[in-house]
């Protein structure tokens, strides 16, 4: 039998959190054979609600979780994790300037990459959810140096997921044969959506997503606001953002990257820009990836037409801003 892994999942208390430890603890994350532990963490306010979690969690007998770490303090939920899931956060309140959200989220992970970088396991795989998600990423990456920083990404998959909802809504045909749409940038409104690569499975063959939908109109208009968007159009429905969407995403995004991308298939990943397509090496950038033996690769030499490197450079420059403000946290 395997050996157990050890996932961190901060904000453990919050809405994605309760949507995703059951996700982890029934092998959704890494695998119906692998066992886990999982560690939770949460601010004390929130100390109470998250015991009662980790109630639920040994009352749903989970075959594959062999334990349940639930506390306040940040170095125990750290130690010896191999998977961390940044899900905590703090959420922008209304009328709270920007600069004022990511002094708060700065200072929160720049505690945590020291108590990671001091205490998880060796080759720690880490995934930041929580906004602004690539560039809470890059702090943590920033301020854990001995973390390489290949291991420390942001989630962008569920931006990735809803541009194949859209496509098969539009198209009626299987979510599951539509593949290859790319997010790239930053996971807020001014990301890109692309599906100048995307395909579709048919019984001839895959063809091009442009090709079958034949509404370029549509495609480069609404198809994009709708992704962009999607978030704010679930809390206006749902009153609050969306979290099974999230939590799932998430699953998807520590899977492929633990266990592999299926041959010819490309994900969306934020991960530390190389200077690829021309985006500024330094920033924390959603690419398509592929990934293979437990490391992400982005996928080069994808041919990139003028509408694309404009929405490109425009969601490159609103992260070198983030990153800027975050800096000036700093100070
Ligand atoms: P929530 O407010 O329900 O839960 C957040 C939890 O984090 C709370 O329990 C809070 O007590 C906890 N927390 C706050 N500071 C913390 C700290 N320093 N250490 C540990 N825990 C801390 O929020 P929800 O809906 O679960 O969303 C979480 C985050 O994910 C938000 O920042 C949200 O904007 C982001 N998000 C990102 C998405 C993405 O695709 N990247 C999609 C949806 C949400």
């Not at 603890?25 to 015991?51: F, K, S, T, W, Y």
């Not at 002094?103 to 998880?120: D, M, R």
């Not at 290859?180 to 063959?205: C, E, F, L, M, R």
Request: charged share 20%; net charge negative; glycine share 8%.
């Amino acid at each position: 039998a395997k050996e157990p892994m050890r996932v961190l999942v901060t904000g453990a208390a919050g809405q994605i959190g309760y949507a995703l430890v059951p996700m982890i603890a029934r092998g959704v994350m890494l695998g119906a054979d692998q066992p886990v532990i999982l560690h939770m963490l949460d601010i004390p306010p929130a100390a109470e609600a998250l015991n009662g979690v980790k109630m639920e969690l040994v009352d749903a007998a989970f075959p594959l979780l062999k334990g349940v770490v639930a506390t306040t303090d940040v170095v125990e939920a750290c130690t010896g994790v191999n998977v961390a899931v940044m899900v905590g956060g703090f959420p922008r309140k209304e009328g709270m300037e920007r600069k004022d959200v990511m002094s708060k989220n700065v200072s929160i992970y720049k505690g945590q990459a020291s108590a990671l970088e001091a205490h998880a396991a060796p080759n720690c795989k880490v995934l930041v959810v929580a906004n602004p998600a690539n560039t809470n990423a890059l702090i943590l990456k920033e301020f854990a140096p001995s973390i390489p920083e290949r291991n420390v990404t942001c989630l962008t998959r569920l931006d990735h997921n809803r541009a194949l909802g859209q496509i098969s809504e539009r198209l009626n045909v299987q979510v599951s044969d539509v593949k290859n749409v790319i997010i790239w940038g930053n996971h807020s409104s001014s990301q890109y959506p692309d599906v100048n690569h995307a395909t579709v499975k048919t019984s001839s063959g895959d063809k091009p997503v442009r090709e079958l939908v034949a509404d370029d109109e549509w495609l480069n208009g609404e198809f994009i606001t709708t992704v962009q968007q999607r978030g704010a159009a679930i809390i206006k429905a749902r009153k609050f953002s969306s979290a099974l969407s999230a939590a799932s995403s998430a699953c998807d995004h520590i899977r492929d990257w633990v266990l592999g991308t299926p041959e010819g298939t490309f994900v969306s990943m934020g991960v530390y820009s190389d200077g690829s397509y021309g985006v500024p090496a330094g920033l924390i950038y959603s690419f398509p990836v592929t990934c293979s033996g437990g490391e992400w690769k982005i996928v080069q030499g994808l041919p990139i037409d003028e509408f694309s490197r404009k929405k490109m450079d425009a969601t490159a420059q609103e992260l070198s801003e983030e990153k800027a403000l975050a800096y000036s946290c700093l100070e």
